[in-house]
């Protein structure tokens, strides 16, 4: 997938005012209509003007794209970083738009995602009606560990803005979030009244934050079970060891049985992400070889290769 540059689409500098950019779309949607241009791509130009434009008039699918496009050249290969949107408080239907498949494989990545229908309805109010109150939507990281404990986070959202210029800007508003415990990847807080008001001082819609983890260097998370990858010395795996291991509520003692092979799974039952049932913690063994950087390490290998006889590939008749 290449990135697009859709300043450059529609010929404007990245620092345009709302005003400039829909001048300049105007323009350039009269000279290549299909309906009267003579341009053999006045079609394919006409879709590509149309696509930037779906995202520079909106002032947060604007400031999301330029913080995400900060790197990139039109043309380059590109595909969107893991969770590139979280941080980003938006409005109603925020980054996503229904039209989506009409445009690039690049639009369609990053803004054609749909949140569920629940959360498309409004109190009194529609997605297209700025007048009523709106539910706002925010997706934000935390650690896994969080989800163990419960804790209280300090988190700090951006909210995209037009200034009195017309230039769209970012401005942080910071959040004292109680993070449940055994919340769950997808899953999503409510923090009521925090969206925004009517005009006419209706009643604030809410916040919603969709939560997703922080990568971790240790642990793998799908659904509530959690994955550890735990290396192990050849000893433990074929003589049996009890060892500490770590998990993301504290250290616990676990028995590796005798003659484990590597990428055997030793099930912890109940000790994933907490809840009402709770998931399980996978130990993964991969078996570790000690380096031989000397000559006695050497030795004892070469000790091993004559004594056990061992050959790995038996299996595949060689």
Excluded: C
Aim: aromatic share 10%.
């Amino acid at each position: 997938m290449e990135y697009k540059d859709y300043y450059k689409l529609l010929d404007v500098s990245k620092d345009a005012t709302q005003k400039e950019i829909k001048r300049a779309y105007r323009k350039l949607a009269r000279k290549y209509h299909p309906d009267v241009s003579s341009e053999a791509d006045a079609e394919a130009r006409f879709k590509e003007m149309g696509e930037a434009y779906e995202v520079l008039k909106d002032p947060e699918k604007r400031a999301a794209y330029d913080q995400l496009g900060a790197n990139y050249q039109a043309g380059q290969s590109f595909t969107p970083p893991p969770d590139w949107d979280a941080g980003f408080e938006f409005s109603g239907g925020g980054f996503t738009s229904e039209n989506a498949s009409q445009y690039s494989d690049f639009f369609e990545n990053l803004f054609g995602q749909q949140y569920e229908p629940e959360f498309r309805q409004q109190r009194g109010a529609d997605f297209n009606n700025p007048r009523g109150a709106q539910d706002h939507h925010a997706k934000v990281l935390i650690d896994l560990e969080d989800s163990y404990l419960g804790v209280s986070r300090a988190i700090t959202l951006r909210v995209p803005e037009v200034d009195s210029q017309g230039h769209v800007t970012t401005k942080n508003r910071t959040l004292k979030v109680r993070i449940p415990k055994g919340v769950r990847q997808g899953q999503k807080i409510r923090l009521a009244g925090q969206g925004s008001p009517g005009i006419h001082n209706e009643k604030p819609g809410d916040l919603y934050l969709e939560i997703e983890f922080n990568s971790h260097s240790l642990y793998k998370v799908e659904g509530s079970d959690v994955y550890l990858e735990l290396p192990v010395a050849p000893w433990e795996a074929m003589l049996g060891a009890k060892i500490k291991v770590p998990t993301p509520a504290g250290n616990i003692d676990l028995s590796i049985p005798s003659e484990s092979t590597s990428g055997r799974k030793l099930r912890l039952k109940g000790r994933g992400i907490p809840g009402k049932v709770p998931g399980d913690l996978y130990v993964v063994l991969r078996i570790a070889l000690p380096p031989a950087k000397t000559e006695q390490a050497r030795e004892f290998y070469q000790k091993m290769e004559q004594e056990l006889a061992f050959n790995p590939r038996e299996k595949l008749g060689v």
